[in-house]
């Protein structure tokens, strides 16, 4: 799925314009972003959790020059479903 289609199917359910979903999800989506690169987690009860982890320093290799790199800690965006979310989706696609 992608974010046209979340636009598309949000519209057609609540009746409203796909121009003025299309901004209510950018602006979500830059909202999540801003607060994650701030260094502030987003937490959606019900639905998960966007959170920064960090990331330890360890020792990589360059293959081309076969050298070791030092590769600094640093921070990643994550996100952590909620446990109703997971029990949802293990429920509803059982292996196929």
């Known amino acids: 799925m992608t974010k046209a289609d979340i636009v598309a199917k949000i519209a057609d359910k ?20 801003t607060s994650l690169e701030e ?5 959606l009860r019900g639905f998960g959790s ?6 330890a320093e360890k020792t990589g290799r360059n293959i081309s020059k076969n050298t070791t790199i030092k590769i600094p800690a640093h921070n990643i965006p994550a996100f952590k479903p909620a446990k109703v979310f997971v029990e949802g989706v293990k429920t509803n696609n059982e292996a196929k």
Do not use: C, H, P, S
Request: without cysteine; glycine residues 10%; charged residues 30%.
């Open 14 to 33: 609540l009746g409203l314009e796909k121009g003025d979903v299309q901004a209510t999800v950018e602006t979500f989506m830059t909202e999540v972003k």
């Open 39 to 43: 260094g502030d987690n987003v937490y």
């Open 50 to 55: 966007f959170i920064v982890k960090t990331r």
